[in-house]
């Protein structure tokens, strides 16, 4: 359907080989491309390869950078937790390169709910970030112990439903 949104996650590092960033710029430019042709939005989901062990963050501007440089625009994009510094210099890319992105959700890579709250509170005066989707610190240790039998059905609902609610409220009192 029309109003469906395209999610596009790349595993992508600035310092992988050549061989492979052109493969994978050849095939987001690709999704880039159906998109633009059957009207849908994209969000872009980047994250740095766990087989890195170097995630500095500042490679998410010059990831960003990168793709702007190819002509992707993406709708939407997401992002994990990042400093205020670096939701700034995100800031002003996207400002330069494509000023009708509709933003930037934050991603939460299961991350547990401190450094969610940490992450909120740095995001929290960057405008572009509109908000998170982070499904499973909200429910993944709840419906691993549903799944072992360890949770019943009201209990595994009560406990989703008081992670996503806590969340928000961390996300409202970061953003004032």
């Known amino acids: 359907p029309a109003e469906h949104v395209v999610k596009c996650l790349v595993f992508y590092h600035p310092h992988d080989s050549a061989e492979l960033r052109d493969e994978q ?14 009207g849908h939005e994209l969000l872009v989901e ?9 995630h500095n963050e500042s490679y998410y501007h010059e990831m960003l950078s990168h793709f702007y440089s190819l ?3 993406p709708d939407w994009w997401k992002l994990p937790p990042l400093s205020a510094e670096s939701w700034q210099a995100i800031g002003a890319l996207i400002e330069q390169q494509d000023p009708y992105c509709r933003g930037i959700l934050l991603l939460g890579l299961d991350a547990p709910e401190d450094k969610l709250k940490a992450g909120f509170a740095a995001a929290a005066q960057a405008e572009w970030v509109k908000g998170f989707a982070v499904g499973r610190t909200i429910f993944g240790q709840p419906s691993r112990q549903w799944l072992k039998g360890e949770l019943d059905d009201q209990t595994l609902i009560k406990t989703v439903k008081g992670n996503y609610l806590r969340l928000i409220g961390y996300w409202r009192a970061a953003r004032g």
């Open 25 to 38: 710029d050849a095939l987001l430019l690709d999704v880039w491309r159906g998109c633009n042709k059957s």
């Open 46 to 54: 980047v994250i740095l390869p766990e087989s890195n062990p170097d």
């Open 71 to 73: 002509g992707i625009q």
